[in-house]
């Protein structure tokens, strides 16, 4: 499986920016698709998780209802919408798959496949 990030990038707070991941290389039918940040210094971080069946999305509160998650299952890819960016989501942000069937979506340790990720800079 490969995950492909893009769509990060320098932009100032308030503003907007959309994350792709592009996954190949495996079926994804039953897959949980996340998104993860790590800023320097800190520990990565969950953000955001669907299941690629279209399972009710879960965020983590410090991104609820400025970041939306979602996928499209014709192009194998997940987006992650960010509004209302703040200096705070200064991050790598990262994609990740999970192929087994138990664990936290918000715990690291469920993914399988890890993207490289792509950096999110937001200037105040």
């Known amino acids: 499986v490969q995950l492909q990030a893009s769509g990060g990038g320098l932009v100032q707070a308030g503003g907007s920016l959309r994350l792709s991941c592009a996954a190949s290389g495996g079926t994804f039918s039953t897959a949980v698709m996340g998104w993860f940040r790590q800023a320097a210094g800190k520990e990565r971080e969950f953000i955001a998780a669907i299941g690629w069946s279209g399972s009710t999305p879960y965020y983590a509160d410090s991104v609820k209802g400025r970041f939306t998650i979602s996928r499209d299952t014709v192009k194998n890819t997940v987006y992650l919408q960010m509004n209302s960016l703040k200096s705070e989501d200064t991050a790598h942000y990262y994609c990740?798959?999970?192929?087994?069937?138990?664990?936290?979506?918000?715990?690291?340790?469920?993914?399988?496949?890890w993207g490289q990720g792509t950096q999110v800079t937001v200037s105040s």
């Open positions: 990740a798959v999970s192929v087994r069937r138990s664990g936290s979506w918000s715990s690291p340790t469920r993914y399988d496949y």
